[in-house]
């Protein structure tokens, strides 16, 4: 079946690990150019969710789909349209950024020249001097940040984000919200997992909160302000 | 808090199930290598023992002989294989077992295990001190390479250091726990080895061969700390458990693989060794230059009989009181012998400048430190077989010249016909072999003692001194 | 395919910044150099001390000319006339040195009886020959394998620690093009400094071209691919780097120490030789004795092995050497039988391994090595048997001036057959030893994709 209205779709997605069921059955569509934040505590489901749109892990039951393909029984393909950063990005220590930049990119299937590569870096933050130094001696925010040129220049129509500014001061994590704003304006879809409340209001088009594996509710940023999602969001954790 | 830490180690290495399942496999060796041995140089001993009676019996036993053709027949010498040996084969598979000791002739020591297998025996052997000097060093990483970076990496360094523990007795009470589980795998074997040898020689175990066996195991135990403490360091300068194993795993091939090999090949690549062919071609032209036992028509031996008319004041050798055959025949055994003596201690000069490029390598790796010495304690080195072979020698020498003197004092002149009864031949003793004393074994080892000392001052001090500088953070 | 080269492009990359590898590269490198080295000298002392050997029997041609200017009886040329068989090593010997240094290569012979020459041992210091060789083969069998080791342990399971993976995953592509790609960069590396080593090793010790380069090549290529087959397996179990580093290093040492000493002692129990020590003793006793029996019952013993000499004169004397001789030669009659028992124990337990090699590699390809180069044991014994013949070649030269009292004179010196032997390869079970080793990559191979398909990738 191909839903191609929706840049992620999840249908009754289940995932059972042996102890533990992680996830139980969540629906949840999402179009091109919407920013959906989703809110929850440690071992809520946040990073099963998105490992499960990756392919990284096969659901038990219920399926996962990208730009309308089953993630499951398409791995690489969906790979094409998606981009992922993760919480903590983790790059060829003995590589520079740009040379972890080209890697990345030319798997992708780009083939950019050194300029344009060095670009995506100083768009995404990185000091030019830095991008020719090896990994070994970053700091997690400075990976972070070729975290964000390679899933930038990558051009997907699904972003995937696992807590990505985790590491980052404030000012480069203002920076990266107006990045994802100016990428949803351009039709990418945004999947992003957070803490971070006040970030996902500011962003997020919808947030979603989850808890112990459930997606309790889904809200509309439009019609509250921060304190109200906070308060609402204490409320499901203390329920 | 010194001794909790050590009891921790001790209690969660006992709860590993891999390295319980691993050091139960080198316990198993071990037994496994010890039966082994203990069979195979039974077997050996016995064949060597049953043919050194069997030409012993011949010879007392030999028809009736012209005392010269007797020294021809001569007699074998069988290398006992010694009590201990069987916990280290060393070079026992690699020198030969009989030495064919007749006048006029030093023959070589043939058969070796080594000429009779194919080249599967060069992959070496299974004995006790196989598993010992290379199984036990692996084991012994496998336990400590984590010692400090386990700690590292979950963060339990720091928190240990807050409670007001130094790097270095951490250290100490980690080595202190690791000894323990190693002295529990080891034992078993040396109790099992140390039993089976009580059980082989009954309670007539002689004083010295306990020296040797406990000399041996207290080497290995020191080899044994070396590695520990070595390991514990290596730990301590890494951040992460995978470089640290890395480093150590290195580190053991360097040791156990390819230090003793290229060592060995380059004493012998340094030092060349003449061939028995021409060695014997210089002796017999530096004879030949002296008295020739065989030729009577040599100008010296004239002399000689000038010397003998001169000194009994007789015209004719026939009137001589002594047989001047039987003189002549000493006078030639005695300047070849000489002359092989001084050729043939140039050679093993030459064996003993080739090893000695070894001996100096254990300052660089403890393992050939350990390696000579345990060959050493179990008789089967380089210097006990020396031992052997100049043994074998003198005997040869003493055999032929108590012959020549029957056939100087019995004989006539020019007598070739007469026989002498077998009575004659039960004066001379049999061969027999005894290993030399502890003492004289270590003396052979002073060099590789000195470098196992060193071995532990130097993990002691630098190893820990580096320890306490160890990157916390 | 496009990205598969990309793959190995930036794991040139990573090699190339990597020290720890480059070290681990030169110093397999310099191994390798100084293996060739030791081995071409080696083959070349051996070759000039046989040169030597030439010189020494010239030597005492010219002792025993000056000696007997006249000429004499044979007897006393073949007491104290000595000659060499000679072993020549093959013109591979030199990367293989197998059994070599400690079996001679050469015996002296006089015409006095066999079996008391054959078996004398030359000058060896049993050190060096219990350290063995550092050829090549030594650094192929034993030091190509932890190479192979230290550059995959962590082929996989480094981009999970580095935590690299899962945005390695987030591209289109697949695990088994990052697996292959890593292999391929790294079998890469290590085949081409095994065969630069080996054709080196060939130039270097001038060997003889024929159908063995291409086997020899061969042998290392896929030796290698079976210990990569084996990382391959490891790998695919995805534990951590250091399970990964135990588990490889105790298959390395399981497959060429503890097996192959298992080997060794299954070998000698199962096949002991016990006729050696029996064969010197023996022939002692019957060549001494046959001083003390009537020469009449020696002569009729030899006579009806060589009858063509029946007719020849009675001996009356106290002692004549065809006398002498005859009883030597019935020493090696009396202990012939035992002498062939011994040759085919020595073969049987190299049989016996032949058979056994399948339970290891490094014992197979080291036995392929051996075979190819003739440095063995059955060239041994085939040297044992060359000598044998020699010395039946030296008797029936001799024979004539002894039982017709020929007077042996200086020029005859010239007419005495020489001695030359050199080891033939064993191709046969050469190629029988490659087929077994392409047997054990395909099983090891086949249980690795087989587990790597089964065991689902996890990503951390």
């Given at each position: 079946?191909?839903?191609?209205?929706?840049?992620?779709?999840?249908?009754?997605?289940?995932?059972?690990?042996?102890?533990?069921?992680?996830?139980?059955g969540?629906?949840?569509?999402?179009?091109p150019?919407?920013?959906?934040?989703?809110?929850?505590?440690?071992?809520?489901?946040?990073?099963?969710t998105?490992?499960?749109?990756?392919?990284?892990?096969?659901?038990?039951?219920?399926?996962?789909?990208?730009?309308?393909?089953?993630?499951?029984?398409?791995?690489?393909?969906?790979k094409?349209?998606?981009?992922?950063?993760?919480?903590?990005?983790?790059?060829?220590?003995?590589?520079?950024?740009?040379?972890?930049?080209?890697?990345?990119?030319?798997?992708?299937?780009?083939?950019?020249?050194?300029?344009?590569?060095?670009?995506?870096?100083?768009?995404?933050?990185?000091?030019?001097?830095?991008?020719?130094?090896?990994?070994?001696?970053?700091?997690?925010?400075?990976?972070?940040?070729?975290?964000?040129?390679?899933?930038?220049?990558?051009?997907?129509?699904?972003?995937?984000?696992?807590?990505?500014?985790s590491g980052?001061?404030?000012?480069?994590?203002?920076?990266?919200?107006?990045?994802l704003?100016?990428?949803?304006?351009?039709?990418?879809?945004?999947?992003?997992?957070?803490?971070d409340?006040?970030?996902?209001?500011?962003?997020?088009?919808?947030?979603?909160i989850?808890?112990?594996?459930?997606?309790?509710?889904v809200?509309?940023?439009?019609?509250?302000?921060?304190?109200?999602?906070?308060?609402?969001?204490?409320?499901?954790?203390?329920? | 808090?010194?001794?909790?830490?050590?009891?921790?180690?001790?209690?969660?290495?006992l709860?590993?199930?891999?390295?319980?399942?691993?050091?139960?496999?080198?316990?198993?060796?071990?037994?496994?290598?010890?039966?082994?041995?203990?069979?195979?140089?039974?077997?050996?001993?016995?064949?060597?023992?049953?043919?050194?009676?069997?030409?012993?019996?011949?010879?007392?036993?030999?028809?009736?002989?012209?005392?010269?053709?007797?020294?021809?027949?001569?007699?074998?010498?069988?290398?006992?294989?010694?009590?201990?040996?069987?916990?280290?084969?060393?070079?026992?598979?690699?020198?030969?077992?009989?030495?064919?000791?007749e006048?006029?002739?030093?023959?070589?020591?043939?058969?070796?295990?080594?000429?009779?297998?194919?080249?599967?025996?060069?992959?070496g052997?299974?004995?006790?001190?196989?598993?010992?000097?290379?199984?036990?060093?692996?084991?012994?990483?496998?336990?400590?390479?984590?010692a400090?970076?386990?700690?590292?990496?979950?963060g339990?360094?720091?928190?240990?250091?807050?409670?007001?523990?130094?790097?270095?007795?951490?250290?100490?009470?980690?080595?202190?726990?690791?000894?323990?589980?190693?002295?529990?795998?080891?034992?078993?074997?040396?109790?099992?080895?140390?039993?089976?040898?009580?059980?082989?020689?009954?309670?007539?175990?002689?004083?010295?061969?306990?020296?040797?066996?406990?000399?041996?195991?207290?080497?290995?135990?020191?080899?044994?700390?070396?590695?520990?403490?070595?390991?514990?360091?290596?730990?301590?300068?890494?951040?992460?458990s995978?470089?640290?194993?890395?480093?150590?795993?290195?580190?053991?091939?360097?040791?156990?693989?390819?230090?003793?090999?290229?060592?060995?090949?380059?004493?012998?690549?340094?030092?060349?060794?003449?061939?028995?062919?021409?060695?014997?071609?210089?002796?017999?032209?530096?004879?030949?230059?002296?008295?020739?036992?065989?030729?009577?028509?040599?100008?010296?031996?004239?002399?000689?009989?000038?010397?003998?008319?001169?000194?009994?004041?007789?015209?004719?050798?026939?009137?001589?009181?002594?047989?001047?055959?039987?003189?002549?025949?000493?006078?030639?055994?005695?300047?070849?012998t000489?002359?092989?003596?001084?050729?043939f201690?140039?050679?093993?000069?030459?064996?003993?400048?080739?090893?000695?490029?070894?001996?100096?390598?254990a300052?660089?790796?403890?393992?050939?430190?350990?390696r000579?010495?345990?060959?050493?304690?179990?008789?089967?080195?380089?210097?006990?077989?020396?031992?052997?072979?100049?043994?074998?020698?003198?005997?040869?020498?003493?055999?032929?010249?108590?012959?020549?003197?029957?056939?100087?004092?019995?004989?006539?002149?020019?007598?070739?016909?007469?026989?002498?009864?077998?009575?004659?031949?039960?004066?001379?003793?049999?061969?027999?072999?005894?290993?030399?004393?502890?003492?004289?074994?270590?003396?052979?080892?002073?060099?590789?003692?000195?470098?196992?000392?060193?071995?532990?001052?130097?993990?002691?001090?630098?190893?820990?001194?580096?320890?306490?500088?160890?990157?916390?953070? | 395919?496009?990205?598969?080269?990309?793959?190995?492009?930036?794991e040139?990359?990573?090699?190339?910044?990597?020290?720890?590898?480059?070290?681990?590269?030169?110093?397999?490198?310099?191994?390798?150099?100084?293996?060739i080295?030791?081995?071409?000298?080696?083959?070349?002392?051996?070759?000039?001390?046989?040169?030597?050997?030439?010189?020494?029997?010239?030597?005492?041609?010219?002792?025993?000319?000056?000696?007997?200017?006249?000429?004499?009886?044979?007897?006393d040329?073949?007491?104290?006339?000595?000659?060499f068989?000679?072993?020549?090593?093959?013109?591979?010997?030199?990367?293989?040195?197998g059994?070599?240094?400690?079996?001679?290569?050469?015996?002296?012979?006089?015409?006095?009886?066999?079996?008391?020459?054959?078996?004398?041992?030359?000058?060896?210091?049993?050190q060096?020959?219990?350290?063995?060789?550092?050829?090549?083969?030594?650094?192929?069998?034993?030091?190509?394998?932890?190479?192979?080791?230290?550059?995959?342990?962590?082929?996989?399971?480094?981009?999970?620690?580095?935590?690299?993976?899962?945005?390695?995953?987030?591209?289109?592509?697949?695990?088994?093009?990052?697996?292959?790609?890593?292999?391929?960069?790294?079998?890469?590396?290590?085949?081409?400094?095994?065969?630069?080593?080996?054709?080196?090793?060939?130039?270097?010790?001038?060997?003889?071209?024929?159908?063995?380069?291409?086997?020899?090549?061969?042998?290392?290529?896929?030796?290698?691919?079976?210990?990569?087959?084996?990382?391959?397996?490891?790998?695919?179990?995805?534990?951590?780097?250091?399970?990964?580093?135990?588990?490889?290093?105790?298959?390395?040492?399981?497959?060429?120490?503890?097996?192959?000493a298992?080997?060794?002692?299954?070998?000698?129990?199962?096949?002991?030789?016990?006729?050696?020590?029996?064969?010197?003793?023996?022939?002692?006793?019957?060549?001494?004795?046959?001083?003390?029996?009537?020469?009449?019952?020696?002569?009729?013993?030899?006579?009806?092995?060589?009858?063509?000499?029946?007719?020849?004169?009675?001996?009356?004397?106290?002692?004549?050497?065809?006398?002498?001789?005859?009883?030597?030669?019935?020493?090696?009659?009396?202990?012939?039988?035992?002498?062939?028992?011994?040759?085919?124990?020595?073969?049987?337990?190299?049989?016996?391994?032949?058979?056994?090699?399948v339970?290891?590699?490094?014992?197979?390809?080291?036995?392929?090595?051996?075979?190819?180069?003739?440095?063995?044991?059955?060239s041994?014994?085939?040297?044992?048997?060359?000598?044998?013949?020699?010395?039946?070649?030296?008797?029936?030269?001799?024979?004539?001036?002894?039982?017709?009292?020929?007077?042996?004179?200086?020029?005859?010196?010239?007419?005495?057959?020489?001695?030359?032997?050199?080891?033939?390869p064993?191709?046969?079970?050469?190629?029988?030893?490659?087929?077994?080793?392409?047997?054990?990559?395909?099983?090891?191979?086949?249980?690795?994709?087989?587990?790597?398909?089964?065991?689902?990738?996890?990503?951390k």
């Amino acid at each position: 079946m191909i839903h191609m209205e929706f840049a992620l779709e999840a249908r009754q997605l289940k995932k059972q690990y042996q102890d533990k069921l992680a996830l139980k059955g969540l629906n949840l569509q999402i179009e091109p150019g919407e920013i959906f934040c989703l809110l929850g505590q440690n071992g809520a489901g946040k990073s099963t969710t998105i490992n499960l749109f990756l392919g990284f892990i096969t659901p038990t039951s219920g399926a996962a789909y990208i730009n309308g393909l089953e993630v499951a029984t398409n791995q690489l393909k969906v790979k094409e349209y998606l981009a992922y950063i993760p919480e903590n990005v983790m790059l060829y220590p003995n590589l520079t950024g740009l040379e972890n930049l080209a890697l990345f990119s030319s798997l992708a299937g780009f083939d950019y020249s050194p300029e344009s590569l060095m670009q995506y870096l100083i768009e995404a933050g990185l000091p030019s001097e830095a991008a020719t130094r090896k990994v070994g001696a970053y700091s997690k925010g400075m990976r972070q940040k070729v975290g964000i040129a390679i899933a930038v220049a990558k051009r997907a129509k699904v972003l995937l984000l696992d807590e990505p500014t985790s590491g980052l001061d404030p000012k480069a994590s203002n920076e990266f919200s107006d990045l994802l704003l100016k990428l949803s304006s351009q039709g990418t879809a945004i999947f992003m997992a957070t803490h971070d409340i006040f970030r996902a209001k500011e962003v997020g088009t919808r947030v979603g909160i989850m808890h112990e594996g459930e997606l309790v509710d889904v809200l509309s940023t439009a019609d509250l302000n921060a304190n109200e999602l906070e308060n609402l969001y204490l409320n499901y954790m203390h329920a | 808090m010194v001794k909790s830490i050590a009891q921790k180690e001790f209690i969660s290495t006992l709860r590993d199930r891999r390295f319980v399942v691993l050091s139960m496999l080198v316990l198993l060796l071990l037994l496994a290598a010890t039966v082994v041995g203990l069979y195979s140089s039974h077997t050996l001993q016995q064949e060597r023992q049953v043919a050194q009676e069997e030409v012993n019996h011949q010879f007392h036993n030999s028809a009736d002989r012209h005392p010269h053709r007797m020294a021809h027949y001569g007699s074998f010498a069988f290398r006992p294989k010694s009590s201990l040996s069987f916990l280290d084969f060393g070079l026992d598979s690699f020198t030969g077992a009989s030495v064919f000791m007749e006048a006029h002739k030093q023959n070589s020591a043939n058969f070796s295990q080594a000429q009779q297998s194919s080249s599967l025996i060069r992959f070496g052997e299974m004995t006790v001190a196989f598993v010992l000097q290379m199984l036990l060093p692996l084991l012994i990483i496998f336990l400590c390479f984590g010692a400090f970076t386990q700690e590292k990496e979950t963060g339990t360094l720091k928190i240990l250091l807050s409670q007001g523990v130094s790097p270095r007795q951490i250290a100490w009470a980690k080595i202190a726990g690791y000894s323990k589980t190693v002295a529990l795998v080891v034992t078993p074997a040396l109790l099992l080895a140390g039993g089976l040898l009580f059980g082989q020689n009954g309670l007539d175990l002689q004083p010295d061969m306990l020296w040797r066996l406990l000399l041996f195991m207290a080497f290995y135990l020191v080899y044994f700390f070396i590695f520990i403490v070595l390991s514990v360091v290596v730990s301590a300068l890494h951040q992460r458990s995978s470089t640290s194993l890395v480093t150590l795993l290195g580190i053991w091939i360097l040791c156990c693989v390819i230090i003793p090999k290229a060592s060995a090949n380059l004493g012998n690549t340094l030092y060349t060794t003449p061939t028995k062919a021409q060695m014997d071609a210089d002796v017999h032209e530096e004879v030949a230059k002296g008295i020739d036992g065989h030729n009577s028509q040599d100008a010296r031996a004239e002399a000689l009989k000038k010397d003998l008319l001169r000194k009994y004041g007789v015209d004719s050798v026939s009137q001589l009181p002594v047989n001047v055959d039987g003189i002549i025949m000493a006078v030639g055994e005695e300047q070849s012998t000489k002359v092989y003596r001084e050729h043939f201690e140039k050679l093993t000069g030459t064996f003993q400048k080739q090893n000695r490029i070894s001996e100096l390598a254990a300052f660089l790796n403890p393992y050939l430190a350990v390696r000579h010495l345990s060959m050493g304690m179990a008789s089967s080195d380089f210097p006990h077989y020396l031992h052997f072979q100049n043994k074998a020698e003198e005997y040869r020498y003493h055999l032929a010249q108590g012959l020549n003197h029957i056939q100087a004092t019995r004989l006539k002149y020019h007598d070739k016909t007469t026989r002498l009864s077998s009575d004659t031949w039960k004066e001379f003793k049999p061969f027999t072999y005894e290993t030399p004393p502890v003492h004289w074994a270590l003396r052979h080892h002073l060099l590789s003692l000195t470098a196992l000392v060193l071995w532990l001052c130097l993990v002691c001090t630098v190893g820990m001194r580096l320890v306490h500088k160890t990157q916390i953070v | 395919m496009k990205k598969f080269w990309i793959l190995i492009k930036y794991e040139w990359l990573n090699f190339r910044a990597d020290k720890g590898l480059l070290i681990l590269v030169t110093l397999t490198l310099l191994a390798g150099l100084y293996g060739i080295y030791y081995g071409t000298t080696e083959v070349q002392r051996q070759q000039q001390n046989i040169a030597g050997l030439e010189k020494l029997t010239e030597h005492n041609v010219e002792e025993l000319k000056a000696k007997y200017p006249e000429g004499t009886d044979a007897g006393d040329i073949g007491y104290y006339h000595s000659t060499f068989a000679v072993h020549h090593p093959d013109s591979w010997a030199s990367l293989a040195l197998g059994q070599r240094d400690v079996n001679p290569y050469y015996i002296k012979l006089r015409l006095l009886n066999l079996q008391s020459q054959l078996y004398d041992t030359e000058n060896i210091n049993p050190q060096k020959v219990l350290a063995g060789n550092f050829d090549l083969s030594f650094v192929l069998v034993y030091l190509f394998p932890l190479l192979i080791i230290g550059l995959c342990f962590n082929i996989l399971s480094i981009e999970k620690e580095q935590g690299t993976l899962p945005l390695l995953l987030s591209q289109p592509i697949s695990l088994p093009l990052i697996v292959g790609a890593k292999l391929t960069f790294r079998m890469l590396v290590v085949l081409g400094l095994g065969l630069l080593l080996s054709i080196l090793a060939m130039i270097w010790g001038k060997v003889l071209p024929d159908g063995r380069v291409a086997l020899w090549l061969g042998v290392v290529m896929l030796y290698c691919f079976f210990w990569f087959a084996v990382a391959f397996l490891v790998a695919a179990l995805q534990k951590n780097s250091a399970f990964n580093a135990v588990t490889l290093l105790g298959v390395w040492l399981l497959l060429t120490i503890v097996i192959p000493a298992l080997l060794n002692v299954y070998v000698s129990i199962k096949q002991p030789i016990p006729q050696a020590l029996a064969l010197t003793i023996q022939q002692r006793e019957v060549v001494h004795g046959g001083w003390d029996k009537p020469k009449r019952e020696t002569m009729d013993k030899f006579f009806a092995l060589y009858p063509q000499w029946r007719d020849t004169t009675e001996i009356k004397e106290r002692f004549v050497w065809r006398w002498y001789y005859a009883f030597h030669h019935l020493g090696d009659v009396a202990v012939q039988d035992l002498a062939t028992q011994y040759k085919q124990t020595l073969l049987a337990r190299h049989e016996l391994v032949q058979k056994l090699n399948v339970l290891s590699v490094p014992v197979n390809v080291q036995g392929i090595f051996n075979a190819m180069a003739g440095s063995d044991l059955p060239s041994y014994v085939q040297f044992l048997q060359s000598a044998t013949r020699y010395h039946d070649s030296l008797r029936e030269f001799y024979y004539p001036f002894l039982f017709r009292q020929i007077t042996f004179t200086p020029a005859d010196f010239a007419r005495e057959p020489r001695h030359s032997f050199s080891s033939a390869p064993d191709v046969d079970s050469a190629v029988n030893g490659f087929v077994k080793l392409l047997g054990s990559v395909v099983v090891v191979f086949g249980a690795g994709l087989l587990l790597f398909r089964w065991k689902t990738a996890s990503v951390k």
